[in-house]
């Protein structure tokens, strides 16, 4: 008999608590409510701590696992294959390794797959780390990586085992958006404001490495050419509106003050010279935000946070799909402390509902993905990691 699990959802309104702004509006609007309970049921097991799913256009899924492996998943998430040839080798101390996977656009004519992952440095670099990503031709029979080359590097490399961002969204034009986290430790995070580090950004490539003309900073001097956007803490899910095409972004604040943000071109979100969040062992709802305010001229304000408690959000997509029609068009993210899925509603741009569901799992939700039937998928981050179908 197939094994599932039935999950109520659980409506949360003003997220772990008060912290004003964006938390106050929400709580004026109670969630739609979903239509019937939802069944999480799980597919594929004993994955170790995987990190990114991604749909093929037969219906299989490729799965990274952080210690450094790449699986093929068959269409009906049961069968996992052997580790696929050709992954480069990975730094996969703390919490580093194997990222993002992500097909070209054009994978059913060239096959081609992006990968993004903690790359230890070497020589003058060594003892040193930073995010990489790179690009490779799955063979035929998907058992093997073919023609590997690094497209991008993270620079400077830094002796931290923390805070590498990694997710990649692939946009139309052959263009690449990749998040690089500010790298955790306090001697570093004042980088994310400094446009000549590769610390906490959003940088915009083509496809092949290349920088695009009309990034924000090209020709100005000091600046790296690949920065979209700076200020960013630590962002691990990064999706697409399927409207605008404009990019929105997940990002962990320190304790409390994780961001949903939309991602402007140019734009600087502020870390760490404003945060909602703390100082890690501050005292919770009492303590004074990184950096002293919440906001302040010339930084751009998220859409929502989440206060005084952190939720580790994750992997995020926009459901498009026709399983859950009257969520059409609203936001599902992960959420690793706070184990869970969070539905985030819209008017506008604005955000006038959260709800987080499956909280009756107790699991650690790492990557959120719209699978090709219209049902959500999920994995589950841990030793014993778990592909969920989301249904009803």
Request: include cysteine; charged fraction near 15%; glycine fraction near 14%.
């Amino acid at each position: 008999m197939e094994r599932t699990t039935t999950i109520l959802a659980v409506a949360v309104l003003a997220a772990c608590g008060g912290g004003g702004g964006a938390d106050e509006a929400i709580a004026a609007t109670p969630p739609a409510a979903a239509a019937g309970p939802l069944r999480a049921t799980p597919l594929a097991s004993g994955l170790v701590n995987p990190w990114s799913l991604a749909f093929l256009p037969d219906g299989r899924m490729l799965v990274t696992e952080r210690p450094g492996r790449l699986r093929l998943v068959s269409a009906d998430g049961r069968t996992v294959s052997p580790a696929i040839a050709g992954v480069p080798a990975v730094d996969a101390r703390g919490q580093g390794g194997l990222f993002d996977v992500a097909p070209a656009a054009d994978f059913a004519s060239t096959r081609r797959v992006f990968l993004s992952y903690a790359e230890a440095g070497s020589g003058a670099e060594a003892g040193r780390n930073g995010l990489a990503v790179g690009t490779a031709l799955l063979n035929a029979s998907a058992t093997a990586l073919t023609g590997w080359q690094v497209i991008y590097r993270q620079a400077p490399k830094v002796a931290s085992a923390g805070h590498f961002g990694g997710r990649i969204v692939v946009a139309p034009g052959g263009l690449l958006y990749v998040t690089l986290g500010d790298r955790q430790l306090n001697s570093e995070r004042g980088k994310a404001q400094d446009l000549s580090q590769g610390h906490g950004k959003i940088v915009r490539i083509r496809s092949d490495g290349s920088v695009p003309p009309d990034n924000p900073f090209v020709g100005r001097s000091g600046a790296q050419p690949t920065t979209w956007s700076y200020g960013h803490r630590n962002v691990q899910g990064a999706a697409l509106h399927p409207s605008t095409g404009e990019l929105w972004a997940t990002e962990h604040g320190p304790q409390g003050g994780d961001e949903l943000n939309r991602v402007h071109r140019g734009a600087n979100y502020g870390w760490p010279l404003v945060s909602h969040g703390c100082e890690y062992g501050s005292p919770v709802g009492t303590c004074a935000p990184v950096g002293g305010a919440s906001t302040g001229a010339g930084f751009e304000l998220p859409v929502s946070f989440w206060v005084p408690t952190s939720i580790a959000p994750s992997g995020l997509v926009f459901y498009t799909g026709s399983r859950f029609p009257e969520w059409r068009g609203q936001l599902f993210m992960g959420a690793l402390a706070g184990q869970a899925l969070w539905r985030i509603e819209f008017s506008g741009n604005t955000v006038v509902a959260r709800e987080a569901l499956l909280r009756e799992l107790r699991e650690r939700i790492r990557d959120v993905r719209q699978g090709p039937d219209g049902w959500l998928y999920l994995l589950t981050d841990s030793g014993n990691g778990q592909l969920l179908r989301v249904e009803r």
